[in-house]
């Protein structure tokens, strides 16, 4: 299912890339915050409604309350890009929160990349305390 929903995110984050805003347009609100560096690696949408995941498969696994809460959310974030609605898209605050989890992607990303060139994409890594078999 996990590389269902990536697949999905791929997908909307392509579909909206010619509407795509560099967060470079808020460096001067998030100067000395946000580097320039991330701020031009980033981008926002403003969408009518925030593209959330319609699959059974999720709702099947419990995730039906997380699909639902979608006009309660001012935005949210698919790896580099992040979804405002229009109201959310003029609250610096909502874009500050959304970067916070773009930051959280790209860590997640550089993790998985070294694992993978560490471990191997199908190796089971098994953690086990000192002095177990």
């Known amino acids: 299912m996990i590389e269902l929903v990536k697949s999905w995110i791929d997908e909307v984050n392509e579909a909206h890339k010619p509407y795509r805003q560099s967060c470079t347009v808020l460096q001067h609100q998030f100067d000395g915050f946000y580097s320039p560096e991330l701020l031009r690696s980033s981008y926002f949408v403003i969408v009518k409604a925030l593209p959330m995941p319609k699959m059974p498969e999720l709702r099947e696994a419990g995730l039906g ?31 500050f929160h959304e970067l916070v989890y773009v930051i959280q992607s790209m860590a997640n990303a550089r993790r998985a990349k070294l694992y993978s060139a560490l471990y191997g994409r199908n190796t089971k890594v098994w953690l086990r305390r000192p002095g177990t078999a």
């Open 65 to 95: 309350d997380f699909i639902d809460i979608q006009d309660q959310l001012g935005g949210i974030t698919y790896k580099d890009t992040y979804y405002l609605v229009p109201d959310a898209a003029r609250d610096v605050g909502i874009h």
